[in-house]
């Protein structure tokens, strides 16, 4: 099957007529932005082949923000070498026709020869459903949908078996399934399909089993741990008798009070060493300040004797700071008068400098004023020039948006025009008497034209009551006569009359317009930023020009000026030698102040110092704390003999530290106390579980127990060998039935091979049941559908429909295949595949592409249509 043409009108974001021919036999791209339509017209094609015409679950297929519309698909197609037509009109005023070659087919038996002829199922009621869509649903991809293919090949399972069965001459059906599946529900009565796991009969009987184990189990550990017990209570009890003779917590608590005691003598010596401490380091205190006071009476005579021989070296620096200021003073004086000779000359020299500069910019703007005199005289010319065009042009604009929806208004209603013409029944006529046409008197001869029901009287003859013969000639008279609404509408828009007067009146406009911007860029030339901007620059140049005469006016004589840069290069060496030479005497001035200061901050220390010392006072209390050095120092050296000696009788003391030996044993007396009460505890805990189990009869619900093990044995041993033979016998007829399928299969198989080396090499893919595609084998290693990546699972949806749509094409049904965005998750290596795969196929089959990337797709070798610009078409 090989689509021709698509027309849509009134169709979702459609509101008009899109009309889509020319359609290739292989490859056909169609491209475009988010929501431009490729969705739509994909859906379009699915609605008009696959949805019940008479669905009421179909208005969301009305033209958006027109409730009233009227959706109609229309589709042209070869069949087996035979044109056919097919159209459809869903909502309201429903209708369906199927034309192949000269046979017509109108409503539910057109659905019917679809249905039969496509591969799928009309739904009973509602939408159409997805297990419903057959071949279609497989080959025909919606957005989104690519990765999906297990379920619609489920769905068209039945159609590709079909096909197989064709091909290869063998059934897949046969009776071993039958035989394979009675086995298989047997054997699932013991054992799940998926794990093996048991159920049913098995599971309960290895339950039982299990449960009456872990009874016996229980049992036998309770008749041991009777046994144990036994033995433990006698070895308690031994115990506890010999430890109630001996009674070792009274030797501990003995030792305790002991220990206490002489931890009570150790800590009243170390309460003694402390004092002695403490009366050591008073005494110590009092002697380092005697000592740090007679210190600093040495320190203060040797510093008197230091600052007497500072004081004259400062008073010797003085004297000759003030000779070298001097001279610093009289240098400065004599640099400052060449410092102003050489800066006159340089004033002198910078006045002929500028002289020159002015001069040469009056000429400089002499010569731009003329320029722009000239300059404005040229684009006054060029701006008259200009706005006499627009205004010509303006007279005459026309709308070029609405000029081409007038052209295809008037391509449209010459079509409609001459359709309703060939649709309206006309009645030629030559009449020698006179005849009525609905009571109004026809004479001569004439053409009648009947668009609706007319009665025409014939006198005594009787009368004649023509109906036309087409059904829809109301609605293309009511669509003609909107045309022709909205193309007056446009006409007086544009305030032409026809068609050929608005084109003529572009065309003049169009020429206008070349001649403003032609003067506009003349313009542009002489008056970039317009003739203010050059009036504005003209009287600035005027304005500098005069300024400069003055500045030049104002200059002195300048004859005797020196070159400029010996005149700066003798006033910056002048300079310099001011600036060294006050920067001498600033030296010279500093070093006099700070030796004067020196001099005189030395001399006032020194007086104070020296009247310190001889201070009467002073003296008595430095002779008073040189005598308590010598006292203080016997007394410390007395206490430090005592501590040591203490601190010595301590350490001997501590060294079996008696505190921790009282808390060690009165916590041993403690622990043996516990000991026995537990000991005394778990002998009457031993004896009350002993008369427990005695008195339960163990022994013969033990021998009750192994009876029933035995016999739930036997019956697990018994299921489990049924389960064992089922599983065998399943596998022996499932090799046997597979190995016929294979061969069944092998087209099928042969096609994916085909394709998928494309892009996975030595590779396989493996069938389920339904023909869907189940496993994909690689280097050795079987994975899922779903454990591959999205990207992977779109393009093996791609490669697998290709090869589905052979194998139905080998069986002699039509194929047709439509891709809407198909290869959005690949990436550039694979989808260069999937072109060549597509290429490839496109040699069999009609395949129409939508992807709105159209620059990952300009490589195919087939031209790219845009929704776009087939909507502006129409």
């Given at each position: 099957?090989?689509?021709?043409?698509?027309?849509?009108?009134?169709?979702?974001?459609?509101?008009?007529?899109?009309?889509?021919?020319?359609?290739?036999?292989g490859l056909n791209l169609f491209t475009g932005p988010n929501e431009a339509g490729k969705s739509t017209v994909a859906e379009a094609v699915r609605a008009v082949f696959l949805e019940r015409y008479k669905a009421s679950h179909l208005k969301d297929l009305?033209?958006?923000?027109?409730?009233?519309?009227?959706?109609?698909?229309?589709?042209?197609?070869?069949?087996?070498?035979?044109?056919?037509?097919?159209?459809?009109?869903?909502?309201?005023?429903?209708?369906?026709?199927?034309?192949?070659?000269?046979?017509?087919?109108?409503?539910?038996?057109?659905?019917?020869?679809?249905?039969?002829?496509?591969?799928?199922?009309?739904?009973?009621?509602?939408?159409?459903?997805?297990?419903?869509?057959?071949?279609?649903?497989?080959?025909?991809?919606?957005?989104?949908?690519?990765?999906?293919?297990?379920?619609?090949?489920?769905?068209?399972?039945?159609?590709?078996?079909?096909?197989?069965?064709?091909?290869?001459?063998?059934?897949?059906?046969?009776?071993?399934?039958?035989?394979?599946?009675?086995?298989?529900?047997?054997?699932?009565?013991?054992?799940?399909?998926?794990?093996?796991?048991?159920?049913?009969?098995?599971?309960?009987?290895?339950?039982?089993?299990?449960?009456?184990?872990?009874?016996?189990?229980?049992?036998?550990?309770?008749?041991?741990?009777?046994?144990?017990?036994?033995?433990?209570?006698?070895?308690?009890?031994?115990?506890?008798?010999?430890?109630?003779?001996?009674?070792?917590?009274?030797?501990?608590?003995?030792?305790?009070?002991?220990?206490?005691?002489?931890?009570?003598?150790?800590?009243?010596?170390?309460?003694?060493?402390?004092?002695?401490?403490?009366?050591?380091?008073?005494?110590?205190?009092?002697?380092?300040?005697?000592?740090?006071?007679?210190?600093?009476?040495?320190?203060?005579?040797?510093?008197?004797?230091?600052?007497?021989?500072?004081?004259?070296?400062?008073?010797?620096?003085?004297?000759?700071?003030?000779?070298?200021?001097?001279?610093?003073?009289?240098?400065?004086?004599?640099?400052?008068?060449?410092?102003?000779?050489?800066?006159?000359?340089?004033?002198?020299?910078?006045?002929?400098?500028?002289?020159?500069?002015?001069?040469?910019?009056?000429?400089?703007?002499?010569?731009?004023?003329?320029?722009?005199?000239?300059?404005?005289?040229?684009?006054?010319?060029?701006?008259?020039?200009?706005?006499?065009?627009?205004?010509?042009?303006?007279?005459?604009?026309?709308?070029?948006?609405?000029?081409?929806?007038?052209?295809?208004?008037?391509?449209?209603?010459?079509?409609?025009?001459?359709?309703?013409?060939?649709?309206?029944?006309?009645?030629?006529?030559?009449?020698?008497?006179?005849?009525?046409?609905?009571?109004?008197?026809?004479?001569?001869?004439?053409?009648?034209?009947?668009?609706?029901?007319?009665?025409?009287?014939?006198?005594?003859?009787?009368?004649?009551?023509?109906?036309?013969?087409?059904?829809?000639?109301?609605?293309?008279?009511?669509?003609?006569?909107?045309?022709?609404?909205?193309?007056?509408?446009?006409?007086?828009?544009?305030?032409?009359?026809?068609?050929?007067?608005?084109?003529?009146?572009?065309?003049?406009?169009?020429?206008?317009?070349?001649?403003?911007?032609?003067?506009?860029?003349?313009?542009?030339?002489?008056?970039?930023?317009?003739?203010?901007?050059?009036?504005?620059?003209?009287?600035?140049?005027?304005?500098?020009?005069?300024?400069?005469?003055?500045?030049?006016?104002?200059?002195?004589?300048?004859?005797?000026?020196?070159?400029?840069?010996?005149?700066?290069?003798?006033?910056?060496?002048?300079?310099?030698?001011?600036?060294?030479?006050?920067?001498?005497?600033?030296?010279?001035?500093?070093?006099?102040?700070?030796?004067i200061a020196t001099a005189e901050s030395l001399a006032a220390q020194l007086q104070r110092k020296e009247a310190q010392l001889s201070d009467e006072a002073y003296c008595r209390n430095r002779a008073q704390w040189q005598t308590k050095i010598v006292e203080?120092?016997?007394?410390?050296?007395?206490?430090?003999?005592?501590?040591?000696?203490?601190?010595?009788?301590?350490?001997?003391?501590?060294?079996?530290?008696?505190?921790?030996?009282?808390?060690?044993?009165?916590?041993?007396?403690?622990?043996?106390?516990?000991?026995?009460?537990?000991?005394?505890?778990?002998?009457?805990?031993?004896?009350?579980?002993?008369?427990?189990?005695?008195?339960?009869?163990?022994?013969?619900?033990?021998?009750?127990?192994?009876?029933?093990?035995?016999?739930?044995?036997?019956?697990?041993?018994?299921?489990?060998?049924?389960a064992s033979a089922l599983s065998l016998l399943d596998e022996v007829l499932v090799d046997e039935r597979d190995a016929a399928v294979a061969q069944l299969r092998a087209p099928l198989t042969e096609r994916l091979g085909h394709y998928l080396k494309r892009?996975?090499?030595?590779?396989?893919?493996?069938?389920?049941?339904?023909?869907?595609?189940?496993?994909?084998?690689?280097?050795?290693?079987?994975?899922?559908?779903?454990?591959?990546?999205?990207?992977?699972?779109?393009?093996?949806?791609?490669?697998?429909?290709?090869?589905?749509?052979?194998?139905?094409?080998?069986?002699?049904?039509?194929?047709?295949?439509?891709?809407?965005?198909?290869?959005?998750?690949?990436?550039?290596?694979?989808?260069?595949?999937?072109?060549?795969?597509?290429?490839?196929?496109?040699?069999?089959?009609?395949?129409?592409?939508?992807?709105?990337?159209?620059?990952?797709?300009?490589?195919?070798?087939?031209?790219?249509?845009?929704?776009?610009?087939?909507?502006?078409?129409?």
């Amino acid at each position: 099957m090989k689509l021709q043409s698509i027309a849509i009108q009134e169709f979702k974001q459609f509101t008009g007529r899109l009309v889509i021919d020319d359609l290739q036999p292989g490859l056909n791209l169609f491209t475009g932005p988010n929501e431009a339509g490729k969705s739509t017209v994909a859906e379009a094609v699915r609605a008009v082949f696959l949805e019940r015409y008479k669905a009421s679950h179909l208005k969301d297929l009305l033209p958006w923000g027109k409730a009233s519309g009227q959706p109609s698909v229309e589709v042209s197609f070869e069949l087996d070498g035979a044109q056919c037509r097919l159209s459809k009109q869903f909502v309201t005023r429903q209708r369906c026709e199927l034309k192949i070659g000269q046979a017509v087919f109108g409503e539910d038996e057109a659905e019917d020869k679809l249905a039969a002829l496509l591969g799928f199922s009309r739904a009973a009621r509602g939408p159409l459903k997805a297990e419903n869509a057959g071949v279609p649903g497989l080959l025909w991809v919606q957005q989104g949908g690519t990765h999906e293919v297990r379920d619609s090949t489920g769905h068209a399972a039945q159609y590709l078996r079909d096909a197989l069965s064709q091909l290869s001459g063998g059934s897949e059906s046969a009776g071993e399934d039958a035989l394979i599946a009675a086995v298989q529900r047997e054997l699932r009565q013991l054992l799940t399909a998926r794990t093996q796991k048991s159920t049913g009969p098995l599971a309960e009987a290895e339950t039982t089993l299990a449960a009456l184990i872990a009874e016996r189990d229980e049992l036998e550990q309770q008749r041991q741990q009777f046994d144990e017990n036994i033995t433990r209570l006698a070895s308690q009890q031994q115990a506890y008798d010999d430890t109630q003779r001996k009674r070792p917590w009274e030797l501990h608590e003995q030792k305790a009070v002991l220990a206490q005691q002489r931890a009570d003598a150790a800590a009243e010596l170390e309460r003694s060493v402390q004092g002695l401490a403490q009366s050591l380091q008073v005494s110590e205190a009092e002697l380092a300040l005697s000592l740090q006071q007679e210190q600093g009476a040495a320190e203060l005579e040797a510093a008197v004797a230091r600052e007497r021989q500072q004081l004259d070296a400062a008073r010797a620096n003085v004297a000759a700071a003030q000779t070298e200021h001097a001279q610093a003073a009289s240098g400065v004086a004599q640099f400052e008068q060449a410092s102003v000779d050489a800066s006159r000359a340089l004033e002198l020299a910078n006045a002929a400098v500028t002289a020159a500069d002015l001069r040469s910019q009056i000429g400089f703007y002499r010569t731009e004023s003329e320029r722009l005199e000239a300059a404005i005289a040229a684009a006054g010319k060029a701006n008259d020039a200009l706005l006499e065009a627009a205004r010509e042009a303006a007279a005459v604009e026309v709308d070029e948006a609405k000029l081409k929806r007038l052209a295809a208004l008037n391509g449209e209603l010459t079509v409609l025009r001459a359709r309703t013409e060939a649709a309206m029944t006309r009645i030629e006529y030559r009449l020698n008497g006179a005849l009525t046409v609905d009571g109004a008197p026809v004479t001569g001869e004439g053409v009648l034209r009947v668009d609706d029901e007319k009665l025409i009287g014939l006198g005594d003859l009787g009368e004649l009551r023509v109906i036309p013969g087409v059904s829809d000639l109301s609605a293309q008279l009511s669509e003609l006569a909107s045309l022709e609404a909205r193309h007056a509408q446009l006409l007086q828009a544009l305030g032409v009359a026809s068609l050929g007067e608005a084109e003529a009146r572009y065309e003049q406009w169009k020429t206008l317009t070349a001649q403003q911007k032609s003067q506009a860029k003349i313009l542009d030339v002489h008056a970039p930023q317009g003739i203010d901007a050059l009036r504005a620059a003209l009287a600035s140049a005027a304005a500098r020009l005069q300024a400069s005469n003055d500045r030049l006016a104002g200059l002195p004589d300048v004859s005797a000026a020196a070159p400029l840069d010996a005149a700066r290069r003798n006033a910056e060496i002048a300079r310099d030698a001011l600036e060294a030479a006050r920067k001498v005497l600033a030296q010279a001035a500093e070093k006099r102040s700070t030796g004067i200061a020196t001099a005189e901050s030395l001399a006032a220390q020194l007086q104070r110092k020296e009247a310190q010392l001889s201070d009467e006072a002073y003296c008595r209390n430095r002779a008073q704390w040189q005598t308590k050095i010598v006292e203080q120092r016997v007394q410390v050296d007395a206490l430090r003999r005592q501590r040591e000696g203490r601190e010595r009788e301590l350490e001997a003391v501590r060294l079996d530290d008696p505190a921790a030996e009282a808390k060690r044993y009165r916590a041993s007396a403690e622990l043996a106390r516990n000991e026995q009460h537990e000991r005394q505890v778990r002998i009457a805990h031993l004896r009350s579980q002993l008369e427990t189990i005695g008195a339960s009869g163990l022994g013969e619900r033990l021998a009750a127990l192994d009876a029933q093990v035995e016999q739930a044995t036997r019956r697990k041993d018994e299921l489990s060998l049924r389960a064992s033979a089922l599983s065998l016998l399943d596998e022996v007829l499932v090799d046997e039935r597979d190995a016929a399928v294979a061969q069944l299969r092998a087209p099928l198989t042969e096609r994916l091979g085909h394709y998928l080396k494309r892009i996975f090499p030595q590779s396989t893919i493996a069938l389920s049941d339904d023909l869907s595609p189940a496993t994909l084998d690689r280097h050795g290693r079987a994975d899922t559908l779903d454990a591959l990546s999205f990207g992977t699972r779109e393009q093996l949806g791609i490669l697998t429909r290709l090869a589905y749509a052979d194998l139905l094409k080998a069986s002699g049904r039509p194929t047709l295949l439509m891709l809407d965005d198909a290869a959005v998750h690949t990436d550039a290596a694979r989808r260069d595949a999937i072109k060549r795969a597509l290429i490839d196929a496109a040699t069999r089959h009609q395949i129409l592409v939508f992807t709105c990337h159209p620059e990952l797709w300009d490589d195919l070798g087939v031209r790219q249509r845009a929704i776009e610009d087939l909507k502006v078409a129409a």
